[in-house]
T-cell receptor, first 112, second 114 residues
Framework: KNQVEQSPQSLIILEGKNCTLQCNYTVSPFSNLRWYKQDTGRGPVSLTIMTFSENTKSNGRYTATLDADTKQSSLHITASQLSDSASYICVVSAGGSYIPTFGRGTSLIVHP | DTEVTQTPKHLVMGMTNKKSLKCEQHMGHRAMYWYKQKAKKPPELMFVYSYEKLSINESVPSRFSPECPNSSLLNLHLHALQPEDSALYLC?????????????FGPGTRLLVL
């Protein structure tokens, strides 16, 4: 069964600090992995997308890494801002399937 | 234009009402999706349309009826819903139904069924 596990479930950090979110998956055959940011009550917004051959992708202060061998990904947020407070969702797609597997998300709160 | 729009933003309906949710994109995407999301849970896929044809129906109850009138529009018709159907309904689109393409999500319609 395809699964995506994210950790931690929630995280509280101070403004200006860095943090790293984790995503482990068992989706097979692997096609791509995406990180989304979702503000409360809003639709998810894509941050990065990586395929098998990519091991890092940056989008401003967000940097995602992928280790296809260990089936792990991380999302690193640099110099956090109050607006980074949101849920971060890892989504993994299998080759040949229209149905992506969503992680349960990490809820990030950035305090001033 | 990289935006998916959804209307209405909020909807309150009784269990005997008939209502429709609307979704629109002008990015030339040929795949469109409906998701249902409960609080603090990930989105659950409901339907996928590919080139205006229904390609995936994730065993959704018949009280939800999707419609894709053209390549830019996606509707979700609601009838005789239950209180447990209250949720955030998200529309998404992608260039095609190859999931290497990023799905762009709309802001969602928050539905409350009384």
């Amino acid at each position: 069964k395809n699964q995506v596990e994210q950790s931690p479930q929630s995280l509280i950090i101070l403004e200006g600090k860095n943090c790293t979110l984790q995503c482990n998956y068992t989706v097979s055959p692997f096609s791509n992995l995406r990180w989304y940011k979702q503000d409360t009550g809003r639709g998810p917004v894509s941050l990065t997308i990586m395929t098998f051959s990519e091991n890092t992708k940056s989008n401003g202060r967000y940097t995602a890494t992928l280790d296809a061998d260990t089936k792990q990904s991380s999302l690193h947020i640099t110099a956090s801002q109050l607006s980074d407070s949101a849920s971060y969702i890892c989504v993994v797609s299998a080759g040949g399937s229209y149905i992506p597997t969503f992680g349960r998300g990490t809820s990030l709160i950035v305090h001033p | 234009d990289t935006e998916v729009t959804q209307t209405p933003k909020h909807l309150v309906m009784g269990m005997t009402n008939k209502k429709s949710l609307k979704c629109e994109q002008h990015m030339g995407h040929r795949a469109m999706y409906w998701y249902k999301q409960k609080a603090k849970k990930p989105p659950e896929l409901m339907f996928v349309y590919s080139y205006e044809k229904l390609s995936i129906n994730e065993s959704v109850p018949s009280r939800f009826s999707p419609e894709c009138p053209n390549s830019s529009l996606l509707n979700l018709h609601l009838h005789a819903l239950q209180p447990e159907d209250s949720a955030l309904y998200l529309c998404a689109s992608s260039h095609r139904d190859n999931l290497k393409e990023t799905q762009y999500f709309g802001p969602g319609t928050r539905l409350l069924v009384l």
